[in-house]
């Protein structure tokens, strides 16, 4: 049952958590940080149905008290003692493994809201559990992902860069979810530019890096060896990196890749700008594999989320991992503690 009844108390602002694809691994992940709190930076509460949390809870045998909101604000006075829940209620009955397209309507509505509340300042970031783009797409969700649709709902179509973190290393990738020979056909030195850029940017406002150092890996082996394994590194990256420096952006590059990613390279540099998805993702899951975090930048408001999908095998089992759910709350609250930090 939900507890709607206590006070409310001035309260400092929470993060705010959207429930993500309910048939995966989001909710017991959420019921988990819940149960985690004390290693939390600060408070949050999740747009859900709080009667498929509490029954979840309940079926994995969890002492999660469940405590309806009237509003964001009450979040972080109930948070030490029950897990505050804004209700987005549920088409349709939710079995872990199985997702549903009825509920596909409350998935989307709990990232707008969460969106919407950190806009007009009620909380602090959005945090966002996995969904599925293909039981979204069945419902007729018009974008890629989550990050697409963010940046939609922001006003800054094209404006966005994903970057995968961890306390190791740091990665953007300049093409992200297209085949090898469509991200070289496509690549672009404007838009490795804009990548860097935003990069740069965002280490100084919301990473508290006061001269951040880029680290711009080559598209072939050898970043080209010359032009004798392609010209793309002299034509297209080359030209980026020297535009990046021409901006004050602290970049170097094109470099082979296959040398970037060891401990002593890693220290010479605050980010690595990819050309492409594994480029980028694979070091960063070989080196944090459960506690990466993928970040949204070039928005106006602060986006993380788990690097990881919805599990629907492990779903209702208790067994999933919330290390990277928890390093996204953290990560989001040390990122809107740099930001209120910046004139």
Known sequence: ????????????????????????????LTLLAWLRRQSLA???????????LAALAAHLGWDVPIACLGNAG?????????LPVLPQKLAAAVVPGQPDPANAPAVIASIRRAVELTQAGESAAVVTNP??????YQAGFAFPGHTEYLAHLLGQDGAEVMMLACPQLRVVPVTIH???AEAAASLRSETIVHAGKVAADALRRDFGIAHPRLAVAGLNPHAGEDGAMGREDLDIVAPAVAALRALGVDARGPLPADTMFHARARAEYDLALCMYHDQALIPIKTIDFDGGVNVT????????????GTAFGLAGSGRANPDSLMAALNMAARMSDNR???P
């Open 1 to 28: 049952m939900c507890g709607c009844d206590a006070p409310v108390m001035s309260t400092p602002q929470p993060l705010a958590l959207t429930m993500g694809e309910p048939a995966g691994i989001g909710g017991e």
């Open 42 to 52: 600060r408070p949050f509460f999740v747009l859900d149905d709080p009667d498929r």
């Open 74 to 82: 009450e979040a972080a006075s109930r948070f030490d003692h029950a």
């Open 131 to 136: 969904i599925s783009k293909a039981v979204l």
């Open 178 to 180: 297209v085949s090898v």
């Open 297 to 308: 930048l070039g928005l106006p408001i602060i986006r993380t989320s788990p690097d990881h």
């Open 340 to 342: 209120s930090r910046v």
